[in-house]
């Protein structure tokens, strides 16, 4: 069983609580398969919907639900225990460097609920079809 450990939990400027656990687990030996999650939680009612009439909003809260997560996991196969702490540090600085602007934005809630909102929608019409 995997356990999962918070690592740390970064305010992003628009409000948003990006959270790092690390979820690594032994695999053979003194060999790890390390990895890092990144989550962030959107609490859907609380998004403010640029260009949009309340009735497509409402829509929209109802097919996506109250609350969805980004979630991206970054995976390093076979690191040996020496290594595993240095791994699991180095993928947290990269991927919160190279990717802080991007979560930060002030439009990525917007843009990530209606992105979930058609995925919806087209997983709905290949069930249906």
């Not at 003194?30 to 009439?53: E, N, Y």
């Amino acid at each position: 069983m995997t356990e999962k450990k918070l690592l740390n939990t970064v305010s992003l400027e628009n409000d948003l609580l990006i959270s790092f656990y690390d979820e690594s687990r032994k695999i053979a030996g003194d060999r790890w398969q390390v990895v890092l999650t990144a989550r962030i939680q959107i609490l859907t009612d609380q998004v403010q919907f640029t260009r949009m009439d309340p009735e497509k909003r409402s829509e929209i809260l109802q097919v996506v639900g109250e609350n969805i997560n980004y979630e991206k996991k970054l995976i390093r196969n076979f690191v040996g225990e020496e290594q595993k702490e240095e791994t699991v540090t180095a993928l947290y600085e990269s991927f919160l460097q190279i990717t802080r602007p991007y979560f930060s934005h002030r439009q990525f809630a917007e843009r990530f609920v209606l992105k979930t909102y058609a995925d919806s929608l087209d997983k709905r019409k290949w069930v249906n079809s």
